[in-house]
C-alpha cells in the first residue's frame, strides 16, 4: 500500500445531478419543503463537504476541493466537532489513536497535516468514527450524492407507508423489510466482508420468496 489515495472518477457530477432531480421529484410528490430535504446543515454533516461547498453543488456550481489530502484534513476536522463523547466532548487524540490502532504520534500528524494518510489510516478513523467507507475521501460531489441517496431512500419510504402496499408479493417483500434501504447502507459499510455477509443474507430473503409453496 503507497500513501497515494485513489481519487474517485470524473462521473460524480454527473451522478450529484441525478439524485438531485430524483429527490426534488419525490419532496414535490411529497409535498415536502426543498429546504427540508437540502439542509445544508445536515447534508454538511452527513457527507463531511463543507457547507459553502454543499450550497455551491446543489445551485449547480463546480465547487469542491480537488486536492485528496486536503478533503482528508476538512472531513477529519468536521467529525472531531461533530462526533462528540456521551458528555459532549470532543476525543482526545489520545483516545483517537487508540480506537483507530495506531500511535498518539500517528494521530496528530495526521490531525495536523504533517503526514499524508493512507488507505489503512483512513479505514481506521472511519470505523473509530463510525462513518461509511470512503467519507474521509470521496470527491465532494460523490461525498453529497451519498448523503442525499440516504434522504433519497428516506422519501420512498414515506411514499411507500402513505400509497399503501403494492400487490407484488416481491415488491411488498422489499418494502416490509426495508430491503432497498439495507441496500443502500450496505453499500457504505467499511469492509467487503461486512458487505458480503449483507448481501448473502438479502439473495436468501429474496430466494425464500420466490420459492414456490409446496
Known amino acids: 500500500?503507497?500513501?497515494?489515495?485513489?481519487?474517485?472518477?470524473?462521473?460524480?457530477?454527473?451522478?450529484?445531478?441525478?439524485?438531485?432531480?430524483?429527490?426534488?421529484?419525490?419532496?414535490?410528490?411529497?409535498?415536502?419543503?426543498?429546504?427540508?430535504?437540502?439542509?445544508?446543515?445536515?447534508?454538511?454533516?452527513?457527507?463531511?463537504?463543507?457547507?459553502?461547498?454543499?450550497?455551491?453543488?446543489?445551485?449547480?456550481?463546480p465547487a469542491g476541493q480537488p486536492d485528496v489530502q486536503a478533503r482528508f484534513l476538512q472531513r477529519l476536522d468536521l467529525l472531531r466537532r461533530t462526533r462528540l463523547k456521551s458528555n459532549g466532548r470532543k476525543y482526545t487524540q489520545q483516545e483517537i489513536a487508540d480506537g483507530a490502532g495506531m500511535s498518539r504520534q500517528q494521530a496528530g500528524a495526521l490531525i495536523n497535516g504533517d503526514r499524508r494518510p493512507t488507505m489503512e489510516h483512513c479505514d481506521a478513523l472511519q470505523r473509530f468514527f463510525r462513518v461509511h467507507a470512503g467519507?474521509?475521501?470521496?470527491?465532494?460531489?460523490?461525498?453529497?450524492?451519498?448523503?442525499?441517496?440516504?434522504?433519497?431512500?428516506?422519501?420512498?419510504?414515506?411514499?411507500?407507508?402513505r400509497e399503501g402496499a403494492p400487490d407484488d408479493p416481491l415488491e411488498r417483500l422489499l418494502?416490509?423489510?426495508?430491503?432497498?434501504?439495507?441496500?443502500?447502507?450496505a453499500a457504505q459499510l467499511p469492509t467487503d466482508q461486512h458487505r458480503d455477509k449483507v448481501a448473502e443474507w438479502l439473495d436468501m430473503l429474496l430466494e425464500s420468496v420466490k420459492r414456490p409453496e409446496t
Open 135 to 161: 467519507f474521509l475521501t470521496a470527491e465532494d460531489p460523490e461525498a453529497l450524492a451519498g448523503a442525499l441517496q440516504h434522504t433519497e431512500q428516506e422519501l420512498l419510504q414515506r411514499l411507500a407507508e
Open 175 to 185: 418494502q416490509d423489510h426495508g430491503v432497498r434501504g439495507i441496500a443502500w447502507r
Open 1 to 61: 500500500m503507497t500513501d497515494d489515495l485513489e481519487v474517485p472518477d470524473a462521473t460524480a457530477t454527473a451522478s450529484l445531478s441525478a439524485v438531485v432531480t430524483r429527490v426534488t421529484a419525490l419532496a414535490d410528490r411529497l409535498g415536502v419543503p426543498h429546504p427540508e430535504v437540502f439542509d445544508t446543515g445536515r447534508l454538511s454533516v452527513a457527507s463531511g463537504v463543507p457547507e459553502s461547498v454543499v450550497k455551491a453543488l446543489l445551485s449547480g456550481r
